[in-house]
């Protein structure tokens, strides 16, 4: 978003697009009760709701609605919407309460599991010794109604919609088995007098419980630290600035910071606003811009972006864009806005059981009306054991962990292979990707400028050398390190050198001892000076430069000494890695911040024929939407804060290890790894995946479609058999045996 359409959707009285935090979401179900009611609202032109991160994306008209009247029509089913603005304190609340919920969710499923573990065992291995259901009967009431009373509260909510989701059927089911069971436990000689045992079901009704709370654990995990990327971005920008105010230097906070204001920097502070220089000059690290290792000169004029930060010289610059104006909040935003269009893979889950949970209701009222009609003697018995069995039989306890089970083992294995992954979207989506988008620095190559090459003319003696060393161990520039480091391996020691001096744009000079003066830089440098230069160099300083190398020359006062090539390594893999997910039928791009002769040099010695060079942070993000709207699946791959806007907008985002926290943090993919080949990993790992939760669902349903119309008392007729609900909770525990052991076979597979 430009800072024009920013100012003008500020200056727009009527028109707000506002993010808000929502609390009380338990599932994908209730995320779309919170749009629809949203969206219902006169005034709201549109409402996007994000599980995930629990944020509500509103745009509407402030004359007709206020942001309280949108709070309390949440409130008045049982949800709430966080008001303020989105500055760096509501960010960090809303990671406090994320937190808060995870911690919640935690102690809730380790209590649940301790107080369900005697339940279990005497359930399962002493269900006719009578004292043990005393025991059972307040160990579950607590699990259920207090440990577990989110589902009966979810299911509630959903019912007064009309809707039912997998809240719905855990209620039913538990509750359903426990107030059974309650029944037997204080009237017991009930259904014995009838010539039927008298069973309880509490261990049955505790274990869904647990299970189902521990899907909730890891949903909440995955929500835990969604602004954590954000935070880190606003700490780029310091928190306050010296200004020049009637000659004297102030310090300010800088949201009082003004256009047009006179900003003191000096060296290693962070920029912290738009603007341009109007005294002095530095060399300034972009990388959090460009993604480029090289710092850049700037001087009188240049331009300046807040958070990057000043190296070694002192200067002045003019405030032009302050606050939600600046490059920095246009990435922050853009990432906010990115990561808040994403769509949970849970919500699967929930749709599935938006389908199936009300059919196994009807079934169990069908089922329960058929036995009274025709079930003859004791007819209201067999109907409650058959409706019992039905719901029982029918509880989403495999369908709850078919996917959380796939979903660790994979993740495991990606870590067995130095491959993190943060949710299950990616892994989700990580199949159908036919489109991957390479950041070249540190991505393709290794991101530190080495001397590659090097070329010294027969007049060039271990003295000239030793006086480069000094003259460079002297400069601010960056490339000035590497040759540094390949002086300091080839031995070659320092020698004196006097005056000094920094030519601007061009390069350095200093004197040795023996009054000879030298030179060191660019190709302009030595032009200026008419300095003498062979065939020979100029044909190596051409070949160089077309392969994508910065050149450094070196020079006495009357000819050229050497020169030096610079380059960023490609990484040994790079190329077989690309070359892989080609043949995989994956079209490969590259982006880069560097220039085009470099980045022609890079996508040439890899194999990637469509490449972009000198490309902006948002350029990299409309790329992505670009080829989203062609109808790509697309993975972006990257490693600096530059690449953040387009990891968030990414289909599958992927975040080299070596990389900046906060392109990790963004990123759904983190290789620890600096080698490509995790990437064609990276991705069949996702395929086998998403193949075994497809067969958990499969194994999850086989039971019901099976034993649901056994449940029901199908073969009652034909054979007289008729399904005890103890057999049907038997039946459940053997349909999650069965995912969990499908899941784990995934630690077998190779990628």
């Excluded at 577990?148 to 809707?163: H, L, T, W």
């Excluded at 938006?354 to 169990?364: E, K, L």
């Excluded at 039905?390 to 369908?399: M, S």
């Excluded at 086998?688 to 067969?695: D, E, H, S």
């Amino acid at each position: 978003m430009s800072a024009e359409v920013i100012m003008e959707n500020k200056n727009d009285r009527k028109q707000s697009k506002d993010r808000f935090p929502v609390t009380g979401m338990s599932c994908a179900s209730c995320s779309a009760s919170v749009e629809s009611i949203l969206n219902q609202l006169p005034g709201v032109h549109e409402a996007s709701v994000n599980f995930a991160n629990a944020t509500a994306t509103v745009e509407f008209d402030n004359s007709i609605i206020s942001q309280q009247e949108l709070q309390a029509a949440l409130q008045a089913v049982g949800y709430d919407l966080i008001l303020g603005n989105n500055d760096s304190n509501s960010l960090v609340e809303q990671e406090d309460r994320a937190t808060q919920s995870y911690q919640k969710a935690l102690r809730k499923t380790i209590w649940a599991a301790v107080l369900t573990l005697p339940v279990f065992i005497l359930g399962m291995f002493y269900m006719h010794w009578v004292p043990g259901r005393w025991i059972s009967l307040p160990l579950s009431a607590i699990v259920l109604f207090w440990f577990g009373r989110d589902f009966f509260i979810g299911a509630y909510r959903q019912a007064k919609f009309g809707k039912a989701n997998m809240d719905t059927l855990v209620a039913l089911s538990t509750g359903i088995a426990f107030f059974f069971s309650l029944f037997n436990t204080l009237f017991p000689d009930f259904f014995i007098s009838r010539g039927f045992e008298s069973h309880v079901y509490y261990e049955a009704a505790t274990v869904i419980i647990t299970f189902i709370s521990l899907g909730k654990l890891l949903e909440e995990r995955a929500k835990s630290n969604t602004s954590s990327a954000i935070k880190k971005l606003i700490g780029l920008q310091p928190k306050t600035v010296r200004i020049v105010e009637d000659g004297m230097e102030i310090t300010i906070p800088i949201e009082q910071v003004k256009r047009g204001q006179h900003i003191v920097i000096k060296p290693g502070e962070k920029i912290p606003v738009d603007g341009s220089i109007i005294t002095g000059d530095s060399f300034v690290d972009e990388s959090m811009i460009t993604g480029e290792p090289i710092a850049v000169h700037k001087t009188v004029g240049d331009t300046l972006f807040a958070g990057t930060i000043n190296q070694k010289g002192s200067f002045r610059f003019e405030a032009e864009k302050v606050g939600q104006e600046t490059l920095l909040a246009q990435i922050i935003q853009m990432v906010q806005e990115a990561q808040g269009s994403k769509a949970p893979v849970q919500g699967l889950v929930d749709k599935i059981a938006g389908v199936f949970v009300p059919t196994v209701i009807v079934i169990a009222i069908i089922t329960f009306t058929a036995w009274m009609i025709l079930g003859g003697q004791d007819a209201f018995f067999h109907a409650l054991l058959n409706a019992i069995a039905v719901l029982v039989i029918a509880c989403p306890c495999a369908l709850g962990l078919a996917t959380p089970t796939a979903i660790m083992v994979g993740i495991g294995k990606g870590a067995e292979h130095n491959i993190l992954i943060k949710d299950a979207e990616s892994l989700e989506l990580g199949y159908k990707v036919n489109a991957v988008i390479l950041d070249k620095t540190g991505t393709i190559t290794e991101g530190h400028p080495e001397v590659q090459r090097t070329h010294w003319t027969e007049t060039a003696t271990s003295y000239d050398k030793g006086v480069l060393r000094r003259i460079e161990e002297q400069s601010e520039h960056p490339l000035a390190e590497a040759v540094i480091k390949y002086l300091e391996q080839e031995g070659t020691p320092t020698e004196e050198v006097t005056n000094f001096n920094s030519i601007t744009g061009k390069g350095v000079r200093g004197t040795g001892v023996k009054g000879v003066t030298y030179f060191v830089g660019n190709f302009k440098l030595i032009a200026e000076h008419n300095l003498e230069i062979t065939a020979e160099v100029t044909q190596t300083y051409q070949e160089w430069s077309e392969e994508g190398m910065t050149v450094i020359f070196f020079a006495n006062q009357k000819t050229v000494l050497g020169i030096l090539g610079i380059t960023d390594k490609i990484k040994p893999t790079s190329a077989k890695a690309i070359a892989l997910l080609q043949k995989r039928g994956i079209a490969v791009h590259m982006l880069t911040g560097d220039n085009a002769r470099t980045a022609a040099a890079v996508s040439k010695l890899v194999g990637i024929t469509k490449f972009q060079a000198e490309v902006m942070p948002s350029d990299k993000a409309n790329y992505v939407k670009q080829l989203q709207q062609e109808g790509y699946t697309v993975a972006m791959v990257g490693d600096g804060i530059n690449d953040s806007q387009a990891l968030a907008q990414a289909d599958v985002s992927i975040a080299m290890g070596k990389g900046s926290d906060i392109a990790i943090d963004v990123a759904k993919m983190t290789l620890i790894t600096s080698d490509l080949m995790a990437i064609p990993q990276a991705l069949k790992l996702s395929k086998k995946t998403v193949i075994g939760i497809r067969q958990n669902l499969f194994w999850a349903f086989i039971y019901n479609l099976i034993g649901i119309p056994i449940a029901a008392g199908l073969l009652y007729p034909i054979n007289g058999f008729e399904l005890d609900p103890m057999i049907a909770g038997a039946a459940m525990a053997l349909s999650s045996v069965s995912v969990v052991t499908n899941s784990l076979r995934l630690k077998q597979i190779k990628i």
